[in-house]
């Protein structure tokens, strides 16, 4: 698909939408989203406990000590 209107700012998602079921076909378009939305499955959350210490500090939480590797408690 060719965008058509280069520089003439953002296109409206009904209007691309709208372009691709017109060059792909609306059963196409309406299967892929089904098969997207069956794969896709619960989202993934993230515990801010995994963060790194710089994301936690871009984030505005308090940096914790680096986890130690389970072969120090040995």
Known sequence: M??????????????QLEAV???????RVILRALVALIRSGPPQTMAA???????RRDIGLNPQE?????????
Not at 49 to 55: A, R, T, W
Not at 66 to 72: G, I, L, M
């Open 49 to 55: 406990s995994d963060l790194s210490p710089h994301l």
């Open 2 to 15: 060719q965008q058509k209107n280069m520089g003439a700012g953002p296109v409206p998602a009904q209007v």
């Open 21 to 27: 079921i017109a060059e792909l076909g609306a059963g």
């Open 66 to 74: 680096a986890r130690r590797h389970p072969r120090d408690y040995l």
